[in-house]
């Protein structure tokens, strides 16, 4: 038993994943702004943390992530599972003309993924044990017209991290890949105020974490939620373009 991080500390999703996992364990949440995780902190008390700690963690400084991972490790111990619940969904209108807008929205979801998915690979292996828990999105499989900059993004983080959990096999690591659909929640409200209404198979954060948590107790490497949607994956790769371009709006 070690320590369970969580790398996006105010991430709904990786709030309730933890929550589920943190029953005996220390938690420690990174976060951009450590002092402001009170609600965060009360929830994984409640959920049976012998303690949380809170240390400053700013997804886009790339140069501070491997010192970061060192500094918890050295100051509360190995880690027996890595939570990488950070990310943006962007305004996807914007991104098609707004350069900068697109390259913050790759540089979250996917140059800094890496940043932080890298030296964690590095210190579970030093340690010989423990789990990296991401998260990709049925978004990644066929990116859609109305946000495929963020599509794009979920679609690299997939091959970079099942590449990963290959190279890891028989090091003692495992990565767990969760492949949610369409989350109905925090990251998504103001989507859903524009206008846009929820995809089939739609999921809750909690739905995510309980999903997430028996797959990471089973000692599965993906999961699929909720779990008919990785036919639903299958067949979206089939449609043809004409298709899917009316399909994707």
Known sequence: MGTIVLFGGRSEIGVATASRLAAGREVVLAARRPDDLAVETRVL??????????????????????????????????????????????????????????????????????????????????????????FSSIAGVRARKANYVYGSTKAGLDA?????????????????????????????????ASGVKPAPMSVTADQVADAVATAYRRGRREVWIPGPLRAAAFAMRLVPRFVWRRLSR
């Open 45 to 134: 008390q409640a959920a049976g943390a012998t303690a949380v700690h809170t240390v400053a963690f700013d997804a886009d400084d790339i140069a501070s992530h491997p010192g970061l991972i060192e500094a918890v490790v050295a100051d509360h111990g190995p880690i027996e599972a890595a939570i990488v619940a950070f990310g943006v969904l962007g305004d996807g209108a914007r991104a098609e003309t707004d350069v900068e807008h697109a390259l913050a929205i790759a540089h979250t979801d996917y140059y800094a993924q890496i940043s932080v998915i890298t030296p964690l690979a590095v210190a579970l292996r030093a340690q010989g044990s423990g789990t990296i828990i991401a």
């Open 160 to 192: 970079f991290v099942s590449g990963l959990s290959d190279a890891l096999h028989d090091t003692g690591v495992r990565v767990l890949l969760a492949r949610p659909g369409f989350v109905v929640g925090a990251m998504t409200r103001d989507l859903m």
